[in-house]
């Protein structure tokens, strides 16, 4: 019997399906601790990605959009900052 292409694809989605269950059952939940610095990491990336995007625009629309973008995540970033600095006085 000859196996197509369809039936290897069948195959190889079973077993990513598989691999997705059983990955699942083993991960553990993260600490509030490894969250918090997770979170603050990306509030981070956020920010430096808002300084380059209010470098670049040019548009005055943009520019206002650009420093609204830029204010809120400056203030999320610190926020997870206070957070984490609560975290390590407990």
Known sequence: MKKT???YIDKIEKIRRYVEVISKHFQREKSEEEELIENLKKAHEEWEMKEKYFQWATDPDLIE???YE???SK???IYFLKKAKELENK
């Open 5 to 7: 292409r369809d039936y």
């Open 65 to 67: 959009h650009a420093i």
């Open 70 to 72: 830029l204010k809120a």
């Open 75 to 77: 203030i999320k970033y």
